[in-house]
């Protein structure tokens, strides 16, 4: 079975410019959330889909959205890069909302750099 | 909301010695709550996870965490540990803090275990 696939693992952006990160969950999980990791912040939670709607969000401005399509695969877009985007962004899926039974699986990755 | 407290940033152990990762949590509701383990340039990986029921839990690699509603803890432990679980660890709590909304894993800032021989 296919774990989480993020693509693509390494990206470099200049200030201002947009990006768009990929994460396809583990096939029959329903359930992506996308997580920041930043050495000086630690893991902070993005935001959680679930059937194609942003069901949480965590605290960060606008320029950080989401959507989830029909075969659940997700997507993260951030507007208007800044240097402190710079960060390991970590996709994770499960079966179902709340469904802890296996956790959450997480990505490998998609190291950002904002020059 | 929730919160996740690792007391210790860094914890180095000699080779085949016990060791416990300390991890103390808030919450006003029931919660979930997880370890995870990341080693260089990786995701994480989980290692045991408390939904209900005992707890005490046992996960991979000879980990096992207890968790403690009246202290609000739920520490990691390991026997004896071996060079590669040199790795970073963290606690992570999730809830639902009403029907309508969804859920996320609040992490700790992580405690970093280093095993020397």
């Known amino acids: 079975k296919a774990g989480v696939t993020q693509t693509p693992r390494y990206l470099i952006k200049t200030r201002g410019q947009q990006v768009t990160l990929s994460c396809s969950p583990i096939?029959?999980?329903?359930?992506v959330s996308w997580y920041q990791q930043t050495p000086g912040q630690g893991l902070q939670f993005l935001f959680e889909?679930?059937?194609?709607?942003?069901?949480n969000k965590g605290n960060f401005p606008g320029r950080f959205s989401g959507r989830q399509f029909s075969n659940s695969r997700s997507e993260m877009n951030v507007s208007t890069l800044e240097l402190g985007d710079s960060a390991l962004y970590l996709c994770?899926?499960?079966?179902?909302?709340?469904?802890?039974?296996?956790?959450?699986?997480f990505g490998s990755g998609t190291r950002l750099t904002v020059v | 909301a929730q919160s996740v407290t690792q007391l210790d940033s860094q914890v180095p152990v000699f080779e085949e010695a016990p060791v416990e990762l300390r991890c103390n949590y808030s919450s006003s509701v029931s919660v979930y709550l997880f370890w995870y383990v990341q080693y260089p340039n990786q995701g994480l990986q989980l290692l045991l996870k408390?939904?209900?029921?005992?707890?005490l839990v046992k996960g991979i690699n000879g980990f096992e965490a207890e968790f403690n509603k009246s202290q609000t803890s739920f520490h990691l432990r390991k026997p004896s540990v071996h060079i590669s679980d040199t790795a970073e660890y963290f606690c992570?709590?999730?809830?639902?803090?009403?029907?309508?909304?969804?859920?996320?894993?609040?992490f700790g800032k992580g405690t970093s275990l280093l095993v020397t021989p």
């Open positions: 096939s029959g999980h329903r359930s």
């Open positions: 992570a709590v999730s809830a639902q803090e009403n029907s309508n909304s969804g859920y996320a894993l609040n």
């Open positions: 408390y939904l209900s029921g005992s707890t």
């Open positions: 889909y679930f059937s194609e709607t942003q069901r």
């Open positions: 994770a899926s499960s079966p179902g909302q709340g469904d802890f039974n296996y956790g959450y699986t």
